[in-house]
Nanobody, 121 residues
Framework: VQLQASGGGLVQAGGSLRLSCATS????????MGWFRQAPGKEREFVAA????????YNEDSAKGRFTISRDNAKNTVYLQMNSLKPEDTAVYYC???????????????WGQGTLVTVSS
């Protein structure tokens, strides 16, 4: 499975971005998908995940209420809609695929290359 993340960029605080992660290879619908992020000097952290059937979970502290994860199995793509962005959301965002929805990095078998999100104050 190959994952290609896109949609990052520079945005002002309070703005929005939508990240996309297109996949190829084995059946997209057979994987749970997750988004993680890594800020400079920090460990990679969980942002959101979606099950094969569309069930969602979020990082309660950083994402819930502002970010929405969704998937389109017909397009083999997972999205992360990010609203009300804050400077502390600045990070490289990675998408990942695995057998189950999980906040744990090790549960995912495949990773995209990351897309940089920069939020200016």
């Amino acid at each position: 499975v190959q994952l290609q993340a896109s949609g990052g960029g520079l945005v002002q605080a309070g703005g929005s971005l939508r990240l996309s992660c297109a996949t190829s290879g084995r059946a997209f619908s057979s994987y749970a998908m997750g988004w993680f992020r890594q800020a400079p000097g920090k460990e990679r952290e969980f942002v959101a995940a979606v099950t094969r059937s569309g069930g969602r979970r979020y990082n309660e502290d950083s994402a819930k209420g502002r970010f929405t994860i969704s998937r389109d199995n017909a397009k083999n793509t997972v999205y992360l809609q990010m609203n009300s962005l804050k400077p502390e959301d600045t990070a490289v965002y990675y998408c990942a695929a695995g057998p189950r929805s999980s906040p744990t990095l090790g549960e995912y078998d495949y990773w995209g290359q990351g897309t940089l999100v920069t939020v200016s104050s």
